[in-house]
């Protein structure tokens, strides 16, 4: 039986709000201009990541593509990202663009601003989507035929939605409460849907490259190409190893002197040595497998935190009163017909803004905080609902009334 890598990195940068006060409510709108503050300066942290992370990533795996007929991948963009590429670093968007233009790497539609939007308002979810494949149809010439949602936040609702809008696979992580004596390494087809397959993340291999491979106090460190292969290669039956992971594994959180590079670069070889191998995108897995049974999510997963849930963006008071003030103004912001505070409300819909306000302790909290560019989850707060104040600001400018 052939057995497939199945690769798929997600790429994202938010707008970060700066350090915006109550003050600055009322009289400057600028919530996400903070080029005075390396925290938050969303331009100094783009050329940090682009020049750590997606250059030298996409240099790497330009050449495999090229050595490797048989190498592929799929990948993701979020809309915020595009942007600030195309503002600041075009030369990274190039290298992306340079990728997919081989014809082999397959990009996945998802929402625009990297939003919960499908939990509170179908309508906005839906306009985020279809922003999104216009960007990623203006700049890479695909339309996505696959869809994943903000953090693999999935469930039953989402997968028929995805089924009715016409997607050919969905992604959601390999959680055993849900997959239960199953394997992450098929394809499955979700309950509730006609036509649509489920690919769900292998977390614990996708991990042992996320988060644990530069981590000298693992026992399997260090780990290499070869030894990856090889737990592959004895695993038994399976169809295919779904790695999914955030692009900026490679070179921003597994700094390149871990030799993450090397182990990148090392991999097709070492796994395409095999008869069998080979490496599939996700829409290629889903076209060439029949799923081996149903998958029931009534409840919501994703692929942050020990619970798996949402619970690392709405787990706490601040969260809740937070996102739900926001989306309480779409009605009125979306009617005003105004460009610039609708941009500036949809900016403010991206996960990052909630996650910083996450107050968990021990290892997810230390994760939330090393993602954060606040001091405290209250700092996060106290910017973001500040800046929501000026959207009502602005809101009440215009004669308009909140209901």
């Known amino acids: 039986m052939s057995k497939s890598i199945v690769l798929y990195l997600h790429v994202h940068q938010p707008y970060r709000i700066r350090h915006y006060t109550i003050f600055d409510a009322g009289s400057q ?3 996400f201009d903070a080029s005075y ?3 938050t300066s969303n331009e100094r942290i783009v050329h940090k990541v682009a020049e750590k992370s997606y250059i030298p990533t ?6 495999l593509l090229d050595e490797h007929p048989e190498f592929c ?10 942007e600030q590429l195309e503002r600041w670093h075009p030369a990274a968007l190039k290298s992306f663009q340079d990728l997919v233009a081989t014809g082999r790497v397959e990009i996945v539609g998802e929402t625009y601003h990297h939003s919960l939007a499908f939990f509170y308002s179908l309508a906005e979810f839906e306009m985020q989507v279809q922003m999104h494949q216009d960007i990623v149809q203006r700049l890479f010439g695909q339309t996505p035929t696959v869809f994943r949602n903000t953090e693999l936040a999935y469930n039953n609702d989402l997968a028929y939605w995805a089924d009715k809008a016409g997607y050919k696979a969905i992604l959601a992580e390999g959680w055993d409460p849900v997959l239960g004596w199953r394997s992450p ?9 006609d036509n649509i397959r489920l690919l769900m993340k292998n977390y614990k291999l996708s991990d042992d490259i ?12 260090p780990l290499t190409a070869d030894k990856f292969t090889h737990w592959l290669n004895k695993s038994g039956d399976a169809t295919n190893f779904n790695l999914f992971m955030d692009y900026e594994t490679f070179g921003e959180h597994q700094w390149g002197e871990t030799g993450i590079f090397d182990f990148l670069r090392h991999l097709p070889g070492q796994w395409l040595n095999g008869s069998s191998n080979t490496f599939m995108t996700v829409s290629e897995a889903a076209e060439t497998h029949d799923p081996v049974d149903k998958v029931d999510v009534p409840q919501t997963t994703t692929w942050a935190d020990t619970e798996r ?11 809740h009163q937070a996102i739900t003030a926001l989306y309480d103004l779409q009605k009125i912001i979306v009617s005003s017909g105004d460009l610039e505070l609708i941009e500036d409300w949809r900016k403010l819909q991206t996960s990052d803004h909630f996650y910083y306000m996450c107050t968990k302790w021990f290892n997810d909290g230390d994760i939330h905080a090393y993602f954060s560019p606040y001091a405290s989850p209250y700092e996060a707060f106290m910017n ?15 004669g308009l009334l909140i209901e």
């Open 210 to 221: 996320a988060f644990r491979f530069s981590n000298q106090d693992w026992t399997e460190w």
């Open 73 to 82: 991948l799929s990948l993701s963009i979020t809309g915020t990202l595009l």
């Open 58 to 63: 996409n240099r790497v795996l330009k050449q």
């Open 309 to 319: 849930d949402l619970s690392a963006w709405l787990g706490n008071p601040m969260q």
């Open 384 to 398: 973001f609902m500040n800046s929501y104040h000026d959207l009502k600001f602005r809101i009440a400018k215009k």
């Open 185 to 193: 390494n098929y394809v499955y087809r979700p309950t509730y849907t």
């Open 37 to 39: 503050d390396d925290r």
């Open 29 to 31: 709108h600028n919530y």
